[in-house]
C-alpha cells in the first residue's frame, strides 16, 4: 500500500476547476519536492509537475502544482475532455528508502 | 528527444527469472539515471529502483532481494532482472529516466510491457 494518499476520484464540468490532494508525511513529502503524473487511458504515464511548482515544457499553464507542509496538490484549470485520466503525485521516502507514488486519482469531465 | 522502448517475454511461470531490456534512443545510458516502475493490472505505480552508471543503485526495499537493474553501453539498454517471480509480480513494467534537480521525477517514460506470471 502507498504512504501517500490521493483522493480515488474528482470530477466537475467542462472549464471548471479541480484540485488533487496528495497527502503525506515527513519522511516523504515535507522534506522532499514533489512531481505529478498524467496517465491517460492505456497509456503510460507523463510528467506534468516537478519541484513541486514547476512544468516540462508543453506543458500548458493550466496545469499548477503546490506543496505545503505534508500535503501537495494539482491543480487543473479549464478543464477539458481530454483531461480525463488518471493522475498520480510522486516523492522520494526517506524511511523506505524509495521513491513512491500516491493511490492515483482518476478525473471525470462531466 | 529521448525515446525509450521495453521489450522481453510477456510470460513467465512462477519461480522463474523475468528479463526485460529498455532500449534507449536520443541519449546514452552511461549519462543519466534509469528507472524501472511497474503497475499491476488496475492499480497504481511501483518504483522497483533506479541505476546509475557511476554505480550509485537503489532498489524497492520489498524487491532488493531479486532484483538487478544494469546497463549495456555497446547496445544502449537498460535491464531489469527479477528472481523467483510469482502472480503478485504480474505487472506492466515501465523504464524511465529519472532525473535529479531539487527533487527527483521520472520523464520520458517507455510504453510499458506487459508480463504475466503464469504457468
Known amino acids: 500500500q502507498s504512504v501517500l494518499t490521493q483522493p480515488p476520484s474528482v470530477s466537475a464540468a467542462p472549464g471548471q476547476k479541480v484540485t488533487i490532494s496528495c497527502s503525506g508525511s515527513s519522511s516523504n513529502i515535507e522534506n522532499h519536492y514533489v512531481s505529478w503524473y498524467q496517465q491517460l487511458p492505456g497509456t503510460a504515464p507523463k510528467l506534468l509537475i516537478y519541484d513541486n511548482s514547476d512544468r516540462p515544457s508543453g506543458i500548458p499553464d493550466r496545469f499548477s502544482g503546490s506543496k505545503s507542509g505534508t500535503s501537495a496538490t494539482l491543480g487543473i484549470t479549464g478543464l477539458q475532455t481530454g483531461d480525463e485520466a488518471d493522475y498520480y503525485c510522486g516523492t522520494w521516502d526517506n524511511s523506505l528508502s524509495a521513491a513512491v507514488f500516491g493511490t492515483g486519482t482518476k478525473v471525470t469531465v462531466l | ?119
Request: aromatic fraction near 12%; charge should be positive.
Open chain 2, 1 to 119: 528527444q529521448m525515446q525509450l522502448q521495453e521489450s522481453g517475454p510477456g510470460l513467465v511461470k512462477p519461480s522463474e527469472t523475468l528479463s526485460l531490456t529498455c532500449t534507449v534512443s536520443g541519449g546514452s545510458v552511461s549519462d543519466y539515471y534509469w528507472s524501472w516502475i511497474r503497475q499491476p493490472p488496475g492499480k497504481g505505480l511501483e518504483c522497483v529502483g533506479y541505476f546509475h552508471y557511476s554505480g550509485n543503485i537503489n532498489y524497492n526495499p520489498s524487491l532488493k532481494s531479486r532484483v538487478t537493474i544494469s546497463v549495456d553501453t555497446s547496445r544502449n539498454q537498460v535491464s531489469l532482472r527479477l528472481t523467483s517471480v510469482t502472480a503478485a509480480d504480474t505487472a506492466v513494467y515501465y523504464c524511465a529516466r529519472r532525473w535529479l534537480q531539487n527533487g527527483s521525477w521520472f520523464d520520458p517514460w517507455g510504453q510499458g510491457t506487459l508480463v504475466t506470471v503464469s504457468s
